[in-house]
T-cell receptor, first 110, second 117 residues
Framework: DAKTTQPPSMDCAEGRAANLPCNHSTISGNEYVYWYRQIHSQGPQYIIHGLKNNETNEMASLIITEDRKSSTLILPHATLRDTAVYYCIVISTGANNLFFGTGTRLTVIP | GAVVSQHPSWVICKSGTSVKIECRSLDFQATTMFWYRQFPKQSLMLMATSNEGSKATYEQGVEKDKFLINHASLTLSTLTVTSAHPEDSSFYIC?????????????FGQGTRLTVV
């Protein structure tokens, strides 16, 4: 079963920051938080991941709470091409299963 | 970066025939490969976990005799949908993982759209 919960949908105005929350309250010490996004009829695309420190790359920033029970993906300046379903998943070392939750459908509005 | 290639990207087959989907890790040896099915407007549903050289582990409700998984090498896993029926029409996605120290990374193929007519 998926170990993450996310709001089913969100809207964001073009050019504004999109903040996508994820709850992973049962995360264990060796599990990383990964974010992917899926555009219609394509495979999931990697965005960013982290263990406990905040992370930033060219696509997004990841903020993980100190207790690691939740995280937020931040797209600093959303564009129309960022419209997609965003999935937050937790992956343990040597993962022998990889479950997806429902994800958040982000719609960027012009 | 690591790439997972899935082939074909789409296929149309007649009812009763079998279809094979390939998943390759192009520049790394995959520790584990996963197969998913996705229906329209739904999330990815894990079907089975595949480890090289051993039998796949199927999730509850997934028929192992219908969805044959072969993982003959560290870079290739195949999913064969046997005696396909229209209800098997779906988007199938594979994933391959790579261990890097304490971190396990997951990479996904581009998906295969199967239509059974």
């Amino acid at each position: 079963d998926a170990k993450t919960t996310q709001p089913p949908s969100m809207d964001c105005a073009e050019g504004r920051a999109a903040n996508l929350p994820c709850n992973h309250s049962t995360i264990s010490g060796n599990e990383y938080v990964y974010w992917y996004r899926q555009i219609h009829s394509q495979g999931p695309q990697y965005i960013i991941h982290g263990l406990k420190n905040n992370e930033t790359n060219e696509m997004a920033s990841l903020i993980i709470t100190e207790d690691r029970k939740s995280s937020t993906l931040i797209l600093p300046h959303a564009t129309l091409r960022d419209t997609a379903v965003y999935y937050c998943i937790v992956i343990s070392t040597g993962a022998n299963n990889l479950f997806f939750g429902t994800g958040t459908r982000l719609t960027v509005i012009p | 970066g690591a790439v997972v290639s899935q082939h074909p990207s789409w296929v149309i087959c007649k009812s009763g025939t079998s279809v094979k989907i390939e998943c390759r890790s192009l520049d790394f040896q995959a520790t584990t490969m996963f197969w998913y099915r996705q229906f329209p407007k739904q999330s990815l549903m894990l079907m089975a976990t595949s480890n090289e050289g051993s039998k796949a582990t199927y999730e509850q409700g997934v028929e192992k005799d219908k969805f044959l998984i072969n993982h003959a090498s560290l870079t290739l896993s195949t999913l064969t949908v046997t005696s396909a029926h229209p209800e098997d029409s779906s988007f199938y996605i594979c994933s391959a993982t790579r261990d890097r120290g304490t971190n396990t990374e997951a990479f996904f193929g581009q998906g295969t759209r199967l239509t059974v007519v």
